[in-house]
């Protein structure tokens, strides 16, 4: 069956410095794969898709890779703010694209 | 929100009354969907509409049912809540984009505590 995995303990880290998400995924073949952030009490938001031939896709401090051989993909936030403080949430489609299948997600702790 | 509302947003109720959750989008999109948030499970799919009266089963349905009748409304109901339904439920709509992508759009979500 098909399975996502994100590294389920928080990750704390310093302010200023780089974060490093994981998602690895099994038994998926996806054409692209998104990101969500999800602070407390609140639903997720969308932030960024990259598709299976894009390497990698930057959107100001954020950036993502792809790398369909390992399959798996790295989230960075560059030059962390305690702000960025959050759940993060890595998501893959089913064929069709209209159904996404949702990462456990990592919790994210900047501290100042 | 980009336009969703659910509602209610807390809401406490006994085992074995009925419950309907609504979410409310004001985007047009076609897509609609019901995930439920559980600590260790994270978002799981309960039921999606692809159009009006268009429905179908997500990953966890035993136990709800959903309606469509219009483009704007989609109803979760829990027909006999069970202690094991306690969960955060979250609204999702999504479209196709121009560049053949479906991105989803998330309420606030209804906590709901079935005692």
């Known amino acids: 069956s098909q399975k996502i995995e994100q590294n389920s303990e928080a990750l704390n880290i310093q302010e200023g410095k780089t974060a490093t998400l994981t998602c690895n995924y099994t038994n998926y073949s996806p054409a692209y794969l998104q990101w969500y952030r999800q602070d407390p009490g609140r639903g997720p938001v969308f932030l960024l898709l990259?598709?299976?031939?894009?390497k990698e896709k930057r959107k100001e401090r954020l950036k993502v890779t792809f790398d369909t051989t390992l399959k798996q993909s790295l989230f960075h936030i560059t030059a962390s703010q305690p702000a960025d403080s959050a759940t993060y949430l890595c998501?893959?489609?089913?064929?069709?694209?209209?159904?996404?299948?949702f990462g456990g997600g990592t919790r994210l702790m900047v501290k100042p | 929100d980009a336009g969703i509302t659910q509602s209610p947003r807390h809401k406490v109720t006994e085992t074995g009354t009925p419950v309907t959750l609504r979410c409310h989008q004001t985007e047009n999109h076609r897509y609609m969907y019901w995930y439920r948030q559980d600590p260790g499970h994270g978002l799981r799919l309960i039921h999606y509409s692809y159009g009006v009266k268009d429905t179908d089963k997500g990953e966890v349905s035993d136990g709800y049912s959903v309606s469509r009748s219009k483009t704007e409304d989609f109803l979760l109901t829990l027909e006999s809540a069970t202690s094991s339904q306690t969960s955060v439920y979250f609204c999702?709509?999504?479209?196709?984009?121009?560049?053949?992508?479906?991105?989803?759009?998330f309420g606030p979500g209804t906590r709901l505590t079935v005692t």
């Open positions: 990259i598709r299976e031939n894009e």
């Open positions: 999702a709509i999504s479209d196709i984009q121009s560049s053949g992508s479906y991105e989803q759009y």
């Open positions: 998501a893959l489609p089913n064929n069709a694209g209209n159904m996404l299948t």
